[in-house]
């Protein structure tokens, strides 16, 4: 696999605020960005064709969300999105210490 940055999407405000890390991120190292949205779906016939429908508008929309947002600050970057289905089991951070640029009121 090429080197790349990966940053998982949840819609919450600390995912977005994540990717907007992780854009930086991905400029300084001068590779692509990784937009993940992992979701678990349950395997019963109950599950409808709406809620299938809803679900994947939501990852559409927090992946369009991202990656506007990445363009405006990062013109040129390239960005890659993914929806995968499984478990959401961890998270990798890649550091805690404010960057330069980073917004103390921002999410």
């Given at each position: 696999?090429?080197?790349?940055?990966a940053?998982?999407?949840?819609?919450?405000?600390?995912?977005?605020?994540?990717?907007?890390?992780?854009?930086?991120?991905?400029?300084?190292?001068?590779?692509?960005?990784?937009?993940?949205?992992?979701?678990?779906?349950?395997?019963v016939?109950?599950?409808?064709?709406?809620?299938?429908?809803?679900?994947?508008?939501?990852?559409?929309?927090l992946?369009?969300?991202?990656?506007?947002?990445?363009?405006?600050?990062?013109?040129?970057?390239?960005?890659?999105?993914?929806?995968?289905?499984g478990?959401?089991?961890?998270?990798?951070?890649?550091?805690?210490?404010?960057?330069?640029?980073?917004?103390?009121?921002?999410?």
């Amino acid at each position: 696999m090429a080197p790349q940055v990966a940053v998982g999407l949840d819609g919450s405000g600390e995912s977005l605020a994540a990717a907007r890390r992780a854009a930086r991120e991905a400029v300084l190292r001068e590779v692509p960005l990784r937009l993940l949205n992992v979701y678990e779906w349950p395997s019963v016939p109950e599950v409808g064709a709406a809620q299938v429908d809803a679900v994947a508008e939501r990852a559409e929309s927090l992946w369009w969300e991202a990656a506007e947002r990445a363009h405006k600050d990062h013109p040129g970057l390239e960005m890659l999105a993914e929806r995968v289905r499984g478990r959401a089991a961890c998270q990798e951070v890649i550091g805690t210490a404010p960057m330069p640029g980073d917004d103390q009121n921002d999410p």
